[in-house]
Structure formats: C-alpha cells, structure tokens
C-alpha cells in the first residue's frame, strides 16, 4: 500500500491534480455564467480525468519503474499538462478573456 501511496504523491501526480481543480473550478465558472451549468455533465467529467488522468498516470508511474522507463512517464506527464492547460485556456476562453490566436485552436 505503501507503494500505491509514494506513487500517487509525487510532484508530477501533484501538478496534475492542481491543474485538473483548476480546470474544474473554472469550467464550472464558466458554464455558471453562460448559464449551461448541468450537474450531470459535471459528474460525467470528473469521472474522465480522475480515472483518466490520475489513476492513469499512476499505473504509467508504477510501468515506468518497473522497467526502469523514466523518459515514458516524463513524455506522459508532458501530454498530460499539455491537455489539461488547453482545457484551462478553453475555459477562460469561455469566460471572454482575450487569448492569441494560436492558444485559441
């Protein structure tokens, strides 16, 4: 169990978990002022990046060690944050907060 633990408390499962709150709280923001908000949609998001995202990256951090493959986990966590911070910029997007061209596509 121990195990599960350290895997679950590194600084990379960290990040992820901070970026995953932050895109949370602001898709919920956002969809509170375009009055789409719909609990159900909520529900069915959480479960995709928790399973997706945590639980994922976990079994890629455990992977990852066994075969000594330290360059898979980096090159998933990078995917990871890359996807996470397009959904962050999605949402304030959403909000009306002007973004460049290129952080629009």
Do not use: H, R
Request: with cysteine; net charge positive.
């Amino acid at each position: 169990m121990s195990e599960l633990t350290n895997l679950l408390a590194t600084s990379q499962m960290q990040w992820i978990v901070i970026l995953i709150v932050i895109d949370v709280v602001l898709g919920i923001i956002a969809a509170l002022v375009k009055k789409e908000f719909v609990f159900g949609k909520l529900c069915n998001f959480m479960k995709w990046p928790v399973i997706g995202y945590i639980f994922g990256f976990g079994i890629i951090e455990a992977v990852g060690q066994a075969l000594n493959w330290s360059w898979l986990v980096n090159v998933v966590f990078v995917l990871i944050v890359i996807t996470l911070l397009a959904s962050i910029f999605g949402n304030l997007g959403k909000l009306g907060l002007p973004l460049p061209g290129t952080l629009k596509k």
